[in-house]
């Protein structure tokens, strides 16, 4: 196994909001002390309630590795990565409590200036949106020459010779061309291209991929994720942190997975074993519901019911309101994250006389 790139532990990620249904009990609700003295020492708070984004999560992302995190959407993915960068929103979003460290450095500790000095060099974010991830007013050149220039000590030349072979890799025509227009001059899938060469053209050592093929046709889609394996296998020492509800994608290019269902982690796994024996009810739902060329389209399955409202979650396993599987003790205890094979961990109560 490679050395840890990144080490999280304990990360407590929340939205403070305003709930009139809940307001009333909140003292009863709340026994976390670091949370209790957020609510003392922070006027904001005053009336709001807690919306446990990312609540308690632990994980390592190894050097040459491909970590993969899938869920639904509103099970904790984006905002577990946010929280890496130091991205969430405050107001009105806070990182509670817990560690992240890069390469052995606290990321939660550190101050904003120096954070900025990890962002897009040590660390690179291809985000989920280009349309607003884009200056619509300034050039996709200048945005691209700022990026390199902020961390790069080399000429505005070399820098622009750079860009262009960016746009090259990532499939834009006539780049030199390009680097003149503005955001609202490429469709959505060229704008997320640009994104992707914004992040990849520093060689950082963490690139975290939010959903980063979601604009692209099949075709380029392929095409860019070998972009971003064969640009990690250039560098050893880096990692790829891959964000996707495309569990194709996940077999495909990923060496180990991260389930996350309500905000915490509910199983992690090397992928082939994932794909082969999945163990927690949730990732059983989920590699169930994928299109099977073999079964006629009215037997595709589906989870039952919704994710519950990020206010409304289930106080024990946070699955127990859609699980097929679940019994009394699903209701009353959160099950923990227990290793129950090497290099597997599932968080549900069936496997705990495994341990």
Known sequence: MHKKLVEIKNLKTYFFVEDTEKQKSLHLEISDPVLMELYKTDKYLKNKVPAKAVDDVSFDIYEGEVLGIVGESGSGKSVT???????????????????????????????????????????????????????????????????????????????????????????????????????????GGMRQRVMIAMALSLHPSLLIADEPTTALDVTIQAQILELMLRLKKEREDSAILLITHNLGVVAETCDRVIVMYGGKIQEISEVDPLFEKPLHPYTVGLLSSLPNPDLPMEELKAIPGNIPHILELPKACKFNTRCTKAFDKCFEVEPELLEVEKNRFVRCHLYESEK
């Open 81 to 187: 990565a946010y929280s890496i960068t130091r991205l969430i929103p405050d107001p009105p979003g806070k990182i509670v409590s817990g560690e992240v460290f890069f390469k052995g450095k606290d990321l939660l500790k550190i101050s904003f200036e120096e954070m900025k000095k990890y962002r897009g060099n040590e660390i690179s974010m291809i985000f989920q949106e280009p349309m607003t991830s884009l200056n619509p007013v300034m050039k996709i050149g200048d945005q691209i020459l700022e990026a390199i220039l902020n961390h790069e000590e080399i000429s505005k030349e070399e820098a622009e010779k750079k860009a262009v072979e960016m746009l090259t890799l990532v499939g834009i025509s006539s780049p030199e061309k390009r680097m003149k227009d503005y955001p609202h001059q490429f469709s």
